[in-house]
Nanobody, 122 residues
Framework: QVELVESGGGLVQAGDSLRLSCAAS????????MGWFRQAPGKEREFVAA????????LYADSVKGRFTIARDNAKNTVHLQMNSLKPMDTAVYYC???????????????WGQGTQVTVSS
């Protein structure tokens, strides 16, 4: 069992940066892929980024490549999403999730946090 708690969301202006954090509990965290998804009002939840258990492999959605960076600290059971050059289109609730393997499909992820709101004004 893995419990995930996100933090770091907020209201920012276009071009600003935010760093989201996800704190995980559970002994298996260090062996799990960690991902970030987001869901805007009226839209499907979509993949943003993921990182393998070792941290050596990452995946990014095309829409965030070059602007967002995912990283993890297995010693602290945390995963972060550094978001730079934010755009109004990035406005959404951001969810942290855990999966046994690296991938971008929602169906891979067994555990989810409660989400944190990110709002980017123009």
């Amino acid at each position: 069992q893995v419990e995930l708690v996100e933090s770091g969301g907020g209201l920012v202006q276009a071009g600003d940066s935010l760093r989201l954090s996800c704190a995980a509990s559970g002994r298996t965290f260090s062996r799990m892929t960690m991902g970030w998804f987001r869901q805007a009002p009226g839209k499907e939840r979509e993949f943003v980024a993921a990182i393998s258990w070792s941290g050596k492999n990452t995946l990014y959605a095309d829409s965030v490549k070059g602007r967002f960076t995912i990283a993890r600290d297995n010693a602290k059971n945390t995963v972060h999403l550094q978001m730079n050059s934010l755009k109004p289109m990035d406005t959404a609730v951001y969810y942290c999730a855990a999966a046994p393997v690296l991938g971008s499909s929602r169906s891979l992820y067994d555990y989810w946090g409660q989400g944190t709101q990110v709002t980017v004004s123009s």
